[in-house]
C-alpha cells in the first residue's frame, strides 16, 4: 500500500525540541507538521507514541519549534533516526543550547526560526498523535533560507523556483 507520506509531499521538517521532567531536553525530526492559525499563531504536528518526544509531551507540555535549512540536512537525519532514549542529540551532533523565553525546553543555537509552544491539544488519531501548539514566543532570525523538503523514509527535495502568481 502507499504511504501517506508518498501521497501528501513535500512536507516542511521541523525539529522538536522538547524535554522530561527533570528538564533534560531531546530533538527529534518531524515532517507531519502544519500552521494552523495566524493570531494567535497555532501549530500542529503528529507524534507516534513510541518516540521519547511523545514521552517527554506528556510529562512536559511544551515545545519548541525549530525549522533546519538544508546545510543541516544530516544533523536533521540524525535526529530522524536516533532516539533520545539511547543517545544525547545535542552533545553527538554539537547542537549548543539557550534557554527559551516562555516554556522549559531549550532553544538550539545557530536555527533561523524558532518558535515556543504551550501544548493545547494532544490526541490519537491512528498509529499517531496529534500535537497542537500555541505559539508563545517567536525567534525569527532569518527567512531567506532552504527549508528541508521531506518526500518519504531518507527521500528529501529542495525548493527550486519561486512563483508568484497574477
Ligand atoms: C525527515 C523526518 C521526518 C520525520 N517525521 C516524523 C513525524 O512527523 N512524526 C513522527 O512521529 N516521527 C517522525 N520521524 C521519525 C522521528 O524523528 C524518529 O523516530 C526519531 O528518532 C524520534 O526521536 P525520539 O525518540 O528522540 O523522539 C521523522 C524522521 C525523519 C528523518
Sequence with gaps: MTR??????????????????????NIAAFSFLM??????KYVAFAVSPRRK??????????????????EMINRVWACGTKSGREVDKFTLLGLETRMAKAVKPPLV???PVQLECRVELF???????????KV?????EKLD???????SKNVFTTVSER????
Design 136 to 140: 508563545l514566543e517567536e525567534h525569527v
Design 4 to 25: 501517506i507520506s508518498e501521497i501528501i509531499f513535500p512536507r516542511v521538517t521541523g525539529l522538536v525540541i522538547t524535554c522530561d521532567r527533570q528538564g533534560k531536553p
Design 109 to 111: 543555537r545557530n536555527m
Design 145 to 151: 533560507f532552504q527549508p528541508v523538503l521531506h518526500y
Design 163 to 166: 512563483m508568484v502568481v497574477e
Design 53 to 70: 518526544t511523545f514521552e517527554n509531551l506528556r510529562e512536559v507540555g511544551e515545545f519548541v519549534l525549530a525549522i533546519p535549512p538544508m
Design 35 to 40: 500552521p494552523i492559525s495566524f493570531e494567535p
Design 123 to 133: 490526541k490519537e488519531f491512528g498509529d499517531h498523535w496529534l500535537v497542537v501548539g
